[in-house]
């Protein structure tokens, strides 16, 4: 990768990766985002890795079939979860068929759209990537602000990102899944 080249230009996805260009793009800023916590916070190499990992993969299957989706994501919100919700789990599902073994990197890309209560950082971590990068264009200057605030203050950053979803997800009439109650409840518990 070269200097002048911005990190959405060069995320390399699978093979099997189904995204739009859109989509890409937000895969880079998240995988930007993260790269720059590690860094400030000084993560280990193998951490790092699997934060960059979660990047690139959380939404490899965003822009995949349904009917795949429904198929790699099984039952893991239920057989009537709407079809925005499974690219985590049918990415994780696709990724542990092809041999990955890190539990909390699955984890984290499962879950990242609904959250999980026993996520280790790298699941904390890329949800609030998601919700903060950049290229979103609701509350931008909240969002950069609290972007910032994460490598100094990592669980009090998590638990405001937790508070913001859940209260959009409330606000507009969406299902909490269990994870997600898990998730608000091991944060405020």
Do not use: C
Not at 31 to 39: D, I
Not at 144 to 165: C, E, I, K, T, Y
């Amino acid at each position: 990768m070269s200097d002048a080249q911005p990190i959405e230009q060069v995320v390399e996805l699978p093979t099997w990766a189904a995204v739009t260009d859109r989509r890409r793009t937000h895969i880079g800023r998240v995988t930007a985002l993260l790269a720059r916590w590690a860094a400030e916070m000084r993560v280990g190499d193998a951490e790092r890795r699997a934060w960059r990992d979660a990047g690139v993969l959380h939404d490899s299957l965003r822009d995949a079939d349904e009917v795949l989706l429904r198929e790699l994501a099984g039952a893991t919100f239920g057989n009537d979860a709407p079809v925005e919700i499974l690219h985590g789990p049918a990415a994780a599902e696709r990724l542990r068929r092809e041999g990955e073994s890190r539990a909390d990197l699955l984890d984290a890309i499962r879950y990242h759209t609904v959250g999980h209560g026993g996520w280790a950082p790298i699941g904390q971590a890329l949800y609030m990537a998601d919700f903060l990068e950049p290229g979103r264009k609701f509350m931008q200057v909240d969002r950069a602000w609290l972007a910032a605030q994460v490598p100094n203050d990592f669980a009090g950053v998590f638990r405001q990102v937790v508070r913001m979803r859940l209260e959009w997800s409330l606000r507009e009439g969406k299902q909490l899944y269990p994870p997600t109650v898990a998730l608000w409840n091991a944060v405020h518990g």
